[in-house]
């Protein structure tokens, strides 16, 4: 499987990792988990809950744009291993990006978080320039 690929995978499942992080936190915060109105409890969520859940929303975002960069590639027709590096550089922005935003490292989310945007906006580039 191409690199470029098996990080979109791997990229797909953070959203439900911050989710389960995110619900346990709200569980430990309010004391019980509102199924009926989550995302209510939700936008009350403080500190370390609330960075979680915004790393959350985050991760569904960078996770569009990374699937729409994923597409141009395929219909460009390049070779995918010339999408290996900046494809890496991207899951690694991601994990980083998470984290930072958990342990409230505002400064180093926004570097990290550009490093993967200009990582997809190369792919893109490369992928348009193609057609």
């Known amino acids: 499987m191409p690199t470029l690929f098996l990080v979109l995978f791997i ?26 109105q989550p995302r209510l409890q939700q936008a009350h969520m403080t500190g370390l809950g609330a960075r979680v859940m915004a790393a959350q929303q985050n991760a569904w975002e960078a996770l569009i744009f990374y699937s729409v960069v994923c597409l141009l ?35 180093y989310r926004s570097l990290v978080f550009f490093i993967g945007w200009f990582s997809c906006l190369y792919i893109a580039v490369q992928a348009l320039m193609a057609f």
């Open 73 to 107: 590639a395929y219909i460009s027709g390049l070779n995918f291993a010339s999408f290996a590096l900046p494809a890496g550089l991207f899951l690694m922005s991601r994990i980083f990006h998470a984290l930072f935003y958990i342990l409230d490292m505002d400064v």
């Open 11 to 36: 990229v797909s499942l953070f959203p439900m990792v911050l989710a389960i992080l995110g619900g346990f936190l709200r569980k430990k915060q309010f004391g019980k988990f509102d199924n009926k």
